[in-house]
C-alpha cells in the first residue's frame, strides 16, 4: 500500500510563509487528487486545498488567495506554499490521497 511522508511545518510569525510537502511512495500517485486538510484540537478536518492529476486546484475559503497547492508527478509530491500566514492557521497539516493519510505536520503562527 502506498504511504505518504511529510516534511516543512514549524513555527513562524503572523505574515510568515511555509511550504509543505508530501512525498507518495507509488507511482500511482500521478493517477489522483491530492488533498491536504487541517486539524485543531477538538474540531474535524477541514479541506485546505485539492490539486488534480493536470493541476487543476481548488481551496478553501478561508485560503484567500494566501496559499497555493500543486504537484510534481515526476517526484511523487504535492506541495503547500503558505503565505501570509495568521495565527487561526495554526494546525497539523495532513496531505491525502484517496483514503490514505500523511502522518500530518504541525503549523505554530504566533508572534
Known amino acids: 500500500q502506498m504511504t505518504l511522508a511529510q516534511s516543512g511545518g514549524g513555527s513562524v510569525q503572523p505574515g510568515g510563509s511555509l511550504r509543505l510537502s508530501c512525498v507518495a511512495s507509488?507511482?500511482?500517485?500521478?493517477?489522483?487528487?491530492m488533498e491536504w486538510y487541517r486539524q485543531t484540537p477538538g474540531n474535524q478536518r477541514e479541506m485546505v486545498a485539492k490539486?488534480?492529476?493536470?493541476?487543476?486546484?481548488k481551496y478553501g475559503d478561508f485560503v484567500q488567495g494566501r496559499f497555493t497547492v500543486s504537484r510534481d508527478n515526476a517526484k511523487q509530491t504535492t506541495y503547500l506554499q503558505m503565505n501570509n500566514l495568521r495565527p487561526e492557521d495554526t494546525a497539523t497539516y495532513y496531505c491525502?490521497?484517496?483514503?490514505?493519510w500523511g502522518p500530518g505536520t504541525q503549523v505554530t503562527v504566533s508572534g
Open positions: 507509488s507511482i500511482i500517485f500521478r493517477y489522483d487528487t
Open positions: 490539486v488534480g492529476t493536470a493541476g487543476s486546484t
Open positions: 491525502k490521497y484517496r483514503h490514505i
